[in-house]
């Protein structure tokens, strides 16, 4: 399997989607509800989709698709048993618009993002900001890079920052958050008394391909799915961070996820001061 190829694909996919997204950006938006009133979906998240799974279905016939507004609705890109069928252990993991709700609101803070995993080890990852025409990609032992425009890809690498006071860090709170007990406050809290900052900026996968390019220096986040991540989980180890488990135990992709991803100087006290939170978990 040429890993190089297949990250070419992903990245011309992207860049057609980012077309599709910028146009849709400055457009009027039907918005919609999936789990709560703050989980918004708009029709430009199903026509990414759409491009997106039918790019990759006639690129890779044989893989498995796993893509967030498909998913959400109990459905899947490619039938299961057909997949298994074909002998397939490949799957993309895709989120046409990770930041739905900055994308709905007109704030431009959002990206798509794709990955390719073989059962849950990653392969390729893609993370495009179309506004800033940013491609943040990688292949699995391949290294992470940045492409802007048409420009030569650079190489990723995570900052030095090596303690808390020193660190920008970022996080998220679940579309839950009004009724779960398990609403990442107490976290937030926790943190803002020992790091130099602190950002929300409503994109999981953007925020993994900062912590890659060293623009931010540490995340936590509860209750996120596998498309949110996918994709960036790839980008920050090749870059040279580390993400584990919220619990500081190995990470493995699965449909729901609580993690914490690093520049590796800062993970033990990161998870140091989740230690006393790590009873509530997104399980």
């Given at each position: 399997?040429?890993?190089?190829?297949?990250?070419?694909?992903?990245l011309?996919?992207?860049?057609?989607t980012?077309?599709?997204?910028?146009?849709?950006?400055?457009q009027a938006k039907?918005?919609?509800?999936?789990s709560?009133?703050?989980?918004?979906?708009t029709?430009?998240?199903g026509?990414?989709?759409?491009?997106?799974?039918?790019?990759?279905?006639?690129?890779?016939?044989?893989?498995?698709?796993?893509?967030e507004?498909?998913?959400?609705?109990?459905?899947?890109?490619?039938?299961?048993a057909?997949?298994?069928?074909?002998?397939?252990d490949?799957?993309?993991?895709?989120?046409?618009?990770?930041g739905t709700?900055n994308?709905?609101?007109?704030?431009?803070?959002?990206?798509?993002?794709l990955?390719?995993?073989?059962d849950?080890?990653?392969?390729?990852g893609?993370v495009?900001?179309?506004?800033?025409?940013?491609?943040?990609h990688?292949?699995?032992?391949g290294?992470?890079?940045?492409?802007i425009?048409?420009?030569p890809?650079?190489?990723?690498?995570?900052?030095?920052?090596?303690?808390?006071?020193?660190?920008?860090?970022?996080?998220?709170?679940?579309y839950?958050?009004?009724?779960s007990?398990?609403d990442?406050?107490?976290?937030?809290?926790?943190f803002?008394?020992?790091?130099?900052?602190?950002r929300?900026?409503g994109?999981?996968?953007?925020?993994?391909a900062y912590?890659?390019?060293?623009?931010l220096?540490?995340?936590?986040?509860?209750?996120?799915?596998?498309?949110?991540?996918?994709?960036?989980?790839?980008?920050?180890?090749?870059?040279g961070?580390?993400v584990?488990a919220?619990?500081?135990?190995p990470?493995t992709l699965?449909?729901?996820?609580?993690?914490?991803?690093?520049?590796?100087?800062?993970h033990q006290?990161m998870?140091?001061?989740?230690?006393?939170f790590?009873?509530?978990?997104?399980?």
């Open positions: 399997m040429n890993l190089t190829e297949i990250e070419k694909t992903a011309a996919i992207a860049r057609e980012g077309e599709l997204l910028r146009y849709g950006f400055r039907q918005i919609e509800f999936k709560s009133a703050i989980d918004l979906v029709e430009y998240d026509e990414a989709e759409a491009l997106i799974t039918r790019k990759l279905s006639r690129a890779f016939p044989t893989h498995r698709i796993f893509a507004e498909s998913a959400s609705n109990g459905q899947s890109a490619m039938d299961e057909a997949a298994a069928s074909a002998g397939s490949y799957t993309w993991y895709i989120d046409p618009i990770d709700g994308f709905a609101h007109g704030f431009p803070h959002f990206v798509t993002s990955a390719l995993y073989r849950t080890h990653p392969l390729v893609v495009y900001d179309p506004l800033r025409d940013e491609y943040f990688a292949t699995s032992g290294g992470a890079r940045l492409t425009g048409d420009g890809p650079q190489p990723l690498a995570v900052s030095e920052a090596g303690q808390l006071v020193h660190s920008l860090l970022v996080t998220g709170f679940p839950d958050r009004h009724d007990d398990l990442n406050l107490a976290q937030f809290a926790a803002l008394k020992q790091a130099r900052g602190l929300r900026t994109a999981a996968a953007l925020d993994l912590i890659a390019a060293g623009r220096d540490g995340y936590w986040e509860y209750k996120l799915n596998s498309w949110d991540v996918a994709a960036g989980v790839l980008l920050v180890a090749e870059a961070g580390r584990t919220i619990d500081g135990s990470f699965t449909r729901k996820v609580d993690l914490i991803a690093t520049n590796g100087h800062i006290a998870t140091g001061v989740l230690a006393g790590n009873g509530h978990t997104a399980g």
